[in-house]
Each structure stands twice: as structure tokens, then as C-alpha cells.
């Protein structure tokens, strides 16, 4: 049975939402989701400039912290929280991301009643740069005195489940799908496209030494790879040395779906993954993909030579062999494609609402 909805309130806690990144979007349409399904629902942001990137409807309010108080230091910042969690008499806190449990551990204190969810969106292998022992240190906290962390994929639940004691529950719940009944592109054109932050983790500079291997043999065919960071200049420079003609870094684009709509084949070279969401956008229009299967996420999308080709983690020949596969064969691609699309389905906004919905109801009952 469900508890009235109108009568729960859900608070989600971000870093920051401005930002133009996945786990910003996803959380938009979560919170949207159930917004629209009755629950009162809150996000919190740590920061900010008080405009979202992506669209949050409505119902949906948003407290900005830096806004409300500029310059606090941390434990003005709890005060101020914990005053705005029991104002609103939050039934759930949601960590958007688990480092933020460095603040809801001490939140939970003053609110003991309070569900606190930490949802993980890096798998738990990933290095971070920046804080990656506090990180670890965090995650031995939620996992000891969280009521219940979330994951994105099977495979990283079983990391987390095998390396650390947990005292709290853990589920998988998939990102949902942001694009659902798009049509697929008619007027196709020979385009690789790739899409992600210009990092070293996103593998690009491997699809620089795949492409190499492939561009003489196939001078019709272009590489697009959307996206801006910090190895820009660097990966620039290796397409130069390299001496490729048709492998391209177009910045980061608005209206990302045209590309999807024209290409013929999508690919992923990354070394890591919190889940691979372009991954199923692309798949979503009905594009095959090739993909390393590195952790954690892509091997939970693509069925092996079914709607894609998965390849061991940094294997550039291999991955040159996969793309040069679907690039000769427009019947297997289109096979692929349509294959891919179908896939898609369980990833559906529905779908991973109700079971977002089963989690909140199952914890109050």
C-alpha cells in the first residue's frame, strides 16, 4: 500500500545545480517524476548561481545555500541545512553524489527520523583526482551509518558489497533514459560520433590510435567527438601527429540529439564509467555502439553482438576490428540499431520512477 504521497517530502542534496553534467540531468528528471506523481519535493544545492541548466518543473523548489548565505564556513553551513530540513520537515535526504554525506552524517544526527539515501554516480573503482581518500573515507561512513545507499549498476553493487562492510541497505536503480520514442535520423551520414568530457578517463586519445588504424581504409567515414576539457590542446595535437583528416573535436554542442539522429555508429572508449548514460541515449536512436567494458555500466547495456560490440578495456586494435565490422556491413548496422533501440525500453522514465517509488515507500513502511 502507498503512503499518501503529498504527505512525504523528499530533499535531494547537490553540489551544484547549475552544472551541465549527467548527474545534474538526471536528477531533473527524477525529481520532476515524482513531483508529478504527487510527492513534495526539494533540492538543496550547495552551491550555485540560482539558474538550472536543465529544466526543473514547477513544484520542484530549490534551495540555494550559497545564495542564502555567501562565504560560510562549514558549520554555519550545517546550522543552516539542519534549520532548512526541519522547516520543511523532510521525510528523505538524498545525497546526490557520496561525498555529500560528509554533510548528511551530521544532519541525520540532528534529525534522526529523517531517511537518509546516499546515490552513488561513479563506480566504486573510479579515481578521482581530487579527494579520492576523503571519498573513500565518506563511503566507509555512508555505508556504516547511511539507512540505505543507491548504485547505478549490478556490477558496481558487487564492488561495493564485496569491499566494504555494509551496515546499509543497497540498491541498484538504473539512470532513466532521458530521450524515449525518438524517431531514428532518416537521412544517415558515414559519422562515428562520440560524446564526453575531454579527460583522460573518457578515452578519447585511444579512439585517436583505433581510428588511425581504420581512416585510409574507409576515407568516406568522419569521427565526431562532442565535448570540452582539459586534455583539449593535448588530444588536438595527437590528431595532428597522427596526420587524420576525418577525425574531428567539435566542442560541446547544443542540441546533441541532431548528431545522434545522423550517425551511423556510436562509440565509448573509456577507461571508466559511473554508467554510461550517452551510451544509451545513442543506443536510444537506434545507433549499434562499440564500447570497452570497462567498469562499471556498459556491460549492462550492450548485449554483445547483439545492439553492440563490448571490447576489453584499452584493447585498440580490437576496437578498431568492432567499429571496422559495422562500418562494412550497413544491413548488420541497421539490424544492430533497431536492436539497440528495443534495449532501451527497461531504462524508461516510468519504469525506473516505479522504482524509485518502491524504495521511498518500502523505507517509511
Not at 18 to 27: F, I
Not at 76 to 89: A, Y
Not at 317 to 337: C, H, I
Amino acid at each position: 500500500m502507498h503512503m499518501n504521497r503529498k504527505n512525504l517530502k523528499v530533499i535531494f542534496f547537490i553540489g551544484n545545480m547549475s552544472h551541465s553534467g549527467g548527474t545534474e540531468r538526471v536528477l531533473s528528471i527524477v525529481a520532476n517524476g515524482l513531483a508529478q506523481r504527487g510527492y513534495q519535493v526539494l533540492i538543496m544545492s550547495l552551491w550555485g548561481s540560482g539558474e538550472t541548466f536543465f529544466r526543473v518543473d514547477e513544484p520542484v523548489k530549490i534551495y540555494w545555500l550559497e545564495k542564502e548565505a555567501p562565504r560560510a564556513g562549514i558549520l554555519k553551513k550545517i546550522r543552516l541545512m539542519t534549520s532548512f530540513l526541519n522547516r520543511e520537515n523532510a521525510d528523505f535526504l538524498i545525497d546526490v553524489d557520496i561525498i555529500l554525506g560528509c554533510f548528511s552524517f551530521f544532519l541525520k544526527q540532528f534529525r534522526p527520523h529523517m531517511h537518509w539515501i546516499s546515490w552513488e554516480h561513479f563506480n566504486f573503482y573510479y579515481h578521482f583526482r581530487k579527494n579520492h581518500n576523503f571519498r573513500r573515507l565518506v563511503r566507509r561512513l555512508v555505508g556504516r551509518f547511511s539507512d540505505q545507499l543507491v548504485v547505478l549498476s549490478e556490477e558496481d553493487k558487487g564492488y561495493y558489497q564485496k569491499n566494504l562492510k555494509l551496515k546499509c541497505n543497497i540498491t541498484r536503480i538504473y539512470n532513466p533514459n532521458p530521450y524515449e520514442d525518438v524517431m531514428p535520423g532518416q537521412a544517415k551520414e558515414p559519422v562515428i560520433f562520440a560524446a564526453g568530457r575531454l579527460t583522460k578517463v573518457k578515452g578519447f586519445d585511444l579512439l585517436i590510435k583505433s581510428w588511425k588504424l581504420l581512416e585510409e581504409k574507409y576515407p568516406e567515414w568522419t569521427v565526431l567527438v562532442a565535448g570540452d576539457g582539459e586534455e583539449k590542446d593535448k588530444l588536438a595535437g595527437e590528431i595532428k601527429d597522427a596526420g587524420l583528416k576525418h577525425f574531428h573535436l567539435i566542442g560541446n554542442v547544443s542540441g546533441i540529439e541532431q548528431y545522434y539522429q545522423k550517425s551511423e555508429i556510436f562509440v565509448l572508449p573509456s577507461r571508466d564509467e559511473g554508467f554510461g548514460m550517452v551510451l544509451l541515449e545513442a543506443m536510444d536512436f537506434s545507433l549499434p555502439a562499440v564500447s570497452y567494458s570497462c567498469k562499471a555500466g556498459p556491460s549492462e547495456i550492450i548485449t554483445e553482438a547483439e545492439n553492440g560490440f563490448l571490447v576489453e578495456p584499452e584493447n585498440i586494435e580490437m576496437f578498431a576490428e568492432k567499429m571496422d565490422l559495422l562500418m562494412a556491413d550497413s544491413v548488420r548496422r541497421r539490424q544492430m540499431g533497431e536492436k539497440a533501440k528495443e534495449s532501451t525500453k527497461r531504462f524508461g522514465r516510468e519504469h525506473i520512477l516505479d522504482e524509485w517509488e518502491a524504495l521511498l515507500q518500502g523505507m517509511i513502511n
